[in-house]
């Protein structure tokens, strides 16, 4: 599909047949069955200054935390047991923890439970992720943001966009599923730069894209910006499912946070993965990306529970494999 062809469907008066298309795809190529993956927020140290981020470095009125590798490695037996075939591991971007630990913390997790494994924390080194592979991570999660490269330099003014793109290709190589995307209404971001994040997406042939509204966070030099309304990330998923069909897409927390029903919506516009939070609950309150975040309060296997109803409350199914890539079905 071409710019001028996803820039119609994006801009579509009325979107109801987008959706319509967008679901039919999605039960087509990749089923009815909901996966679920148990999220693990393990620490807010993060040692960049991303200005739309909630967890910036220069956000003093965060409590940092960092879980300890055994805590980690409880709250997956937890999740194990509450039934998660599949965990990500997501924090703040620092070296907080030394590779050895990571690794062998990937390799208990593998061993012990047998979980399939994501990782979503930022942007290392062709040799780390290739240590983390070999240890047993399968997929890693690490959005591009935006396409645009003046944007990019703007938000993350101490990334390099050719960084990102280097840490994707890298990812690629040596063997991650490899999952990425962007923010929808992203303060400067216009309709024109988000079908050129499609058309990117396409390029890079994705195994999941994981993407969500932006959220102002009071605490954030772009406290003040409006955020993304759910009619234009819901426009903006239904054409990345009729775009790129056999993709995982999840419903994220961020687009439960600016409507109450936004994760139904997105599971009936074509996404086909919930990431329910599984981080202990001491600690979820200190990990906000941006405010509003719903369930804080809740404990893992509640969480679980609300977010198995509410597949079922949209007739879908639960699905019982930990859902690797359709790209790559072995
Ligand atoms: N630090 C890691 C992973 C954690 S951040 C990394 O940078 O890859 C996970 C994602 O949260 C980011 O990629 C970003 O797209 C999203 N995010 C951050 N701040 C946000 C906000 N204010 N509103 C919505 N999403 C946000």
Redesign the pocket.
């Known amino acids: 599909m071409n710019k001028d062809e996803i820039l119609q469907m994006l801009t579509v008066k009325d979107a109801t047949a987008l959706y319509a298309e967008a679901d039919r795809v999605r039960r087509e190529y990749v089923g009815d069955a909901v996966h679920l993956r148990g999220l693990i927020e393990f620490s807010n140290a ?1 040692g960049r200054d ?1 200005l ?3 967890i910036r470095r220069s956000n003093r009125s965060v409590q940092r935390y960092r879980m300890s590798v055994d805590e980690i490695f409880a709250c997956a037996k937890e999740a194990k047991i509450l039934g998660f075939k599949s965990l990500v591991l ?4 620092s070296a907080q923890y030394t590779l050895d630990e990571m690794c062998s913390l990937l390799r208990r997790i593998k061993q012990e439970q047998g979980l399939a494994i994501t990782l ?3 942007e290392k080194t062709r040799a780390e992720y290739e240590a983390l592979k070999q240890a047993g991570a399968d997929r890693y999660l ?2 591009f ?1 935006t396409s645009s490269e003046k944007l990019f330099c703007e938000l993350k003014p101490d990334s390099l966009q050719q960084k990102r793109m280097q840490c994707l290709a890298w990812l690629r190589e040596v063997g991650f599923q490899v999952g990425s995307g962007i ?1 929808v209404g992203l303060p400067g971001q216009t309709i024109s730069m988000i079908a050129d994040d499609i058309l990117l997406m396409q390029e890079l042939d994705l195994d999941m894209v994981g993407f ?6 009071p605490t954030t030099p772009l406290g003040d910006a409006g955020s993304a309304s759910l009619d234009l990330t819901l426009r903006t998923l239904a054409v990345i499912r009729i775009v790129m069909k056999n993709v995982h897409i999840p419903a994220t927390t ?1 687009m439960g946070t600016i409507d109450p029903e936004g994760r139904q919506k997105a599971l009936k516009a074509g996404a086909n993965v919930l990431m329910p939070n599984v981080t202990p609950t001491q600690y979820r309150e200190m990990y906000q ?2 405010p509003g975040k719903p369930g804080l309060k809740q404990a893992p296997s509640d969480t679980f529970d609300t977010l198995v109803r509410l597949v079922q409350s949209i007739g879908r199914t639960v699905a019982d494999d930990a859902g690797h890539s359709l790209k790559i079905l072995k």
């Open positions: 993060c991303c739309y981020c909630g997501q924090s703040g971007e979503s924390i930022g690490l959005r943001e923010m969500g509204p932006f959220i102002a966070d961020a990306l941006y």
